[in-house]
């Protein structure tokens, strides 16, 4: 997810994304406490993914 992606989507949709990635985020953290994930490098993609998502809403914020 890129940076220049995420400036282009409105408050709604990066809300949307949001809730997506902590969705992304608890069923990735079920599957490794169950021993099933495959790809352990998805945990930190999902969550620097959510900070770059906060980080535009806070943007988003301060000029509102």
């Known amino acids: ?11 709604e949709e990066l809300n949307s994304t949001l809730v997506e990635l ?3 985020q608890f069923n990735l953290r079920m599957q490794k ?3 099933q994930l495959s790809k352990p490098d ?7 993914n ?4 906060q980080t535009i809403v806070n ?3 301060r000029k509102a």
Do not use: H, W, Y
């Open 1 to 11: 997810m890129k940076v220049s992606e995420l400036r282009q989507k409105s408050a």
């Open 50 to 53: 959510i900070a770059r998502v």
């Open 22 to 24: 902590g969705r992304e």
């Open 33 to 35: 406490s169950t021993g």
């Open 42 to 48: 998805q945990v930190k993609k999902v969550r620097r």
């Open 59 to 61: 943007e988003m914020a």
